[in-house]
């Protein structure tokens, strides 16, 4: 009787020191699964501020080619550590029409193949590694003078962290693997492939990483989690790392929400290519694990290294994938158009350009901002000649159509200026603060311009309602001070939106033309009215034309010293 009791108490003891671990072990594994996500958010930003402008004319030079395109999706997602943040750049990109739908396709899948960078470097046996990172980041971080040393000092921090996290979620498996519970649940689910593969899906969309669902599968791995056979543990990660892959198409999916047609294409075409791929991959369910295990060891893994073989499962799914759909990428971008149907809505009153809803990182904020505003620029300009045209002749249809342009300047600067507002609350490094009161004060210019325009079209009304007219002398002297003013703000515009500062410099000089003009025909004018050879009435509105032509001067001379970095001159 009292062995039976004794055995009974042993039995339950075991079950809660069993239960006990299991929670301890689900604790550590949370606290890890937070210090690597921590660690790459660190090593992410340092790495953007390390970069600065060099990602966004990665970005740029996309119209290379399919195969550069996935080429530039690999390396920026490999800068940045995620895919998803990829792909929402993407949907941000293509919504501000800084890149066609078609163009984006071919980054998608490059950026499937980058963010398997993460798996390889984590599988790699990096415990050693963890503390020296997190020691020579930190002094580089706390004590480095240059911008350079204390930005790599914070990517050696961030990777030494997300080590660290690694090792505990290694750490976390050991009362997992000594499981009765656990160990019975592995072995029976493993065989199902479709709960592998959910069960990848819905940890991923609720992460919303799929380097850190493959980092707790190489944990799970590597600790003993998985069961002490390699080739088992393999088949039993392959689903989940299939399903991470379609999970993580759920953020740029969220982030598509209320954009634009083509935007939305994009979150389709993420989901198209994942889905695809695991389509492909599924009646080869049983081969691919012996692909996997013969790549690993080709590149030098042994044959019981499960971390190494689960890093590279995920690696060859990505860049299978990208062989098979490359060659076929028109073809694919059609039926994504077909999927998602409708026609494009226009909208001129609303950005272009920007997308309040999705940040980018500083740099191409700005570039967004920079777009935006030389649209903004290129409105006022359009109303600037209309204004002056109106002097000829002023129609209702004319009138109406610029106030209405006038209103459209007015909500861009209010929009543009709320958008920088947001980047300013973000860590900019000095050039990019100083880059940021620059546009804001474009912005303003740029809508007192608007505003002048607007003056200009009131002053042809008085002039159309009250019969005056000008002479010959004031048509040729109004043409000659517009033309001028024309053809530097033009310039300026284009300066500004090829960040160019020589070129803004030359058109800059003809501010000093404009005065010159604008001070010669006024002491003329005003000779001609006080010897009473011009209706007082008439004369008003020419002096008031010119003042206003030469302050559109001085405003986009303004918009030159932003251009050309000298914002003490404003």
């Known amino acids: ?135 020579i980041g930190f002094v580089m971080f706390m004590v480095g003078n240059k911008k350079t040393v204390k930005y790599t000092g914070q990517v050696l921090l961030g990777l030494g962290i997300l080590f660290l996290g690694m090792e505990l979620m290694k750490a976390a498996m050991h009362p997992l693997k000594e499981s009765g519970a656990f160990e019975h649940w592995i072995s029976s689910y493993g065989s199902h492939w479709l709960l592998g593969l959910l069960l990848g899906m819905i940890i991923t969309s609720i992460i919303q990483s799929s380097s850190a669902t493959t980092a707790i599968v190489i ?21 989940i790392i299939l399903g991470c892959n379609i999970g993580t198409c759920v953020t740029a999916f969220i982030a598509s929400i209320g954009t634009s047609l083509p935007a939305q294409r994009v979150a389709v075409a993420h989901y198209l290519i994942n889905i695809t791929g695991v ?3 599924l009646p080869f369910l049983h081969w691919f694990p012996d692909l996997v295990r013969a790549v690993s060891e080709l590149f030098g893994s042994g044959a019981d290294d499960i971390a190494r073989q689960i890093a590279w499962s995920h690696t060859i799914f990505n860049v299978g994938i990208t062989l098979l759909l490359l060659p076929f990428l028109n073809q694919f971008v059609k039926l994504v158009k077909v999927i998602r149907k409708g026609a494009e809505p226009t909208a001129q009153r609303d950005p272009l350009f920007l997308d309040p809803k999705i940040f980018h990182g500083a740099d191409i904020a700005f570039e967004m901002a920079r777009k935006e505003i030389s649209r903004m620029a290129n409105i006022s300009l359009e109303m600037l000649k209309t204004s002056v045209g109106f002097m000829k002749k002023l129609d209702r249809t004319g009138k109406k159509n610029l106030l209405e342009e ?38 303003n210019d740029i809508e007192r311009i608007g505003d002048h325009a607007e003056n200009i079209m009131y002053l042809a009304a008085t002039k159309q309602e009250n019969a005056f007219q000008f002479r010959e002398t004031e048509k040729g002297e109004l043409e000659a001070i517009s033309s001028k003013v024309f053809d530097m703000y033009e310039g300026i515009i284009a300066a500004f939106e090829g960040s160019n500062p020589e070129e803004a410099a030359r058109f800059q000089t003809l501010e000093h033309e404009v005065d010159q003009m604008a001070s010669r025909y006024r002491r003329n004018h005003i000779i001609r009215l006080n010897m009473g050879k011009y209706p007082p009435g008439a004369g008003v509105i020419f002096l008031d034309t010119l003042s206003n032509l030469e302050r559109v001067g001085d405003l986009a001379n303004n918009v030159g010293h932003v251009v050309a970095g000298e914002l003490g001159r404003l």
């Open 406 to 443: 006038e209103s459209i300047v007015d909500n861009l600067a209010s929009t543009i200026t709320s958008y920088l507002t947001r980047v300013s609350q973000e860590t900019l490094t000095d050039e990019q603060s100083e880059l940021m009161v620059g546009l804001m004060h474009a912005v």
């Open 279 to 281: 389509l492909i991959v």
């Open 1 to 135: 009787m009292s062995s039976e009791l004794s055995r009974e108490i042993a039995a339950e003891t075991r079950m809660r020191l069993e239960a006990t671990n299991m929670w301890f072990g689900a604790l550590v594994l949370i606290g890890g699964l937070g210090l690597f996500l921590y660690g790459m958010l660190m090593m992410t930003e340092g790495l953007q501020l390390a970069a600065g402008d060099r990602m966004r004319k990665m970005l740029e030079k996309l119209t290379g080619g399919r195969v550069r395109g996935v080429l530039v999706g690999t390396g920026v997602t490999a800068l940045i550590q995620s895919s998803s943040a990829t792909t929402v750049m993407l949907v941000g990109f293509v919504n501000a029409g800084l890149m066609a739908f078609a163009q984006s396709v071919a980054v998608i899948l490059g950026a499937n193949i980058g963010t398997t960078i993460t798996a390889q470097i984590v599988a790699f046996k990096v415990q050693t590694l963890a503390f020296p990172l997190i020691g």
């Open 219 to 239: 944990a799970m791995g590597a600790g003993g989690a998985l069961g002490g056979d390699p080739t088992a543990a393999l088949n039993i990660a392959i689903p």
